[in-house]
T-cell receptor, first 115, second 112 residues
Framework: DAGVIQSPRHEVTEMGQEVTLRCKPI?????LFWYRQTMMRGLELLIY????????DSGMPEDRFSAKMPNASFSTLKIQPSEPRDSAVYFC?????????????FGQGTRLTVV | KQEVTQIPAALSVPEGENLVLNCSFT??????LQWFRQDPGKGLTSLLL?????REQTSGRLNASLDKSSGRSTLYIAASQPGDSATYLC???????????FGKGTHLIIQP
């Protein structure tokens, strides 16, 4: 398997624009997670899905952030409108099943810069 | 709320030394603990996963231990090499949180 695939790898956008980040989890994994990494706060969980259903989105910072998982092989994280403070690296991760003590595998991340 | 602390924040040692990275967590009701490596500008590479019922895991020159009752884990790196230079992240699953709760990492530099 190619692992967790994220696109784009880098995104530069102007404040106020809509940004969509994409993730393809490892085939057969039932849980998908979106994290954000900043220098100040480190890695923080934004939202996670189990069997394509959002379970906990309490980490989503504002209503400007939304995430979807229309099927088992694809998820998106959308920011609308984007702001400079959203600049960070966004990681997607998947694992076989949440309730079992299973390993999480991370994508290479999307580095977002909002100017 | 689960909190994960890693000490030291940065470490620089000569090549060949054995070293220990420390991780502590506040809520001992965890499912597992995972150590990751992150190279500059790159993603996270999983190094070791320790289940809550286990005491340690080994992979090559790496050995991770877990003392759940005291809320501590250590990552031992034997015979360090310049290629080991990276940021090492500790993350715990469970402990009242969904997903993984990460420490801020230890930035390790191995001097040739």
């Amino acid at each position: 398997d190619a692992g967790v695939i994220q696109s784009p790898r880098h995104e530069v956008t102007e404040m106020g624009q809509e940004v969509t980040l994409r993730c393809k989890p490892i085939s057969g994994h039932n849980s998908l997670f979106w994290y954000r990494q900043t220098m100040m706060r480190g890695l923080e969980l934004l939202i996670y899905f189990n069997n394509n259903v959002p379970i906990d989105d309490s980490g989503m910072p504002e209503d400007r952030f939304s995430a979807k998982m229309p099927n088992a092989s694809f998820s998106t994280l959308k920011i609308q409108p984007s702001e400079p403070r959203d600049s960070a690296v966004y990681f997607c991760a998947s694992s076989p099943y949440r309730e079992m003590n299973t390993e999480a595998f991370f994508g290479q991340g999307t580095r977002l810069t909002v100017v | 709320k689960q909190e994960v602390t890693q000490i030291p924040a940065a470490l620089s040692v000569p090549e060949g030394e054995n070293l220990v990275l420390n991780c502590s967590f506040t809520d001992s009701a965890i499912y597992n603990l995972q150590w990751f490596r992150q190279d500059p500008g790159k993603g996270l590479t999983s190094l070791l996963l320790i289940q809550s019922s286990q005491r340690e895991q080994t992979s090559g020159r790496l050995n991770a231990s877990l003392d759940k009752s005291s809320g501590r884990s250590t990552l031992y790196i034997a015979a360090s090499q310049p290629g080991d230079s990276a940021t090492y992240l500790c993350a715990v699953g469970g402990g009242g949180a969904d997903g993984l709760t990460f420490g801020k990492g230890t930035h390790l530099i191995i001097q040739p």
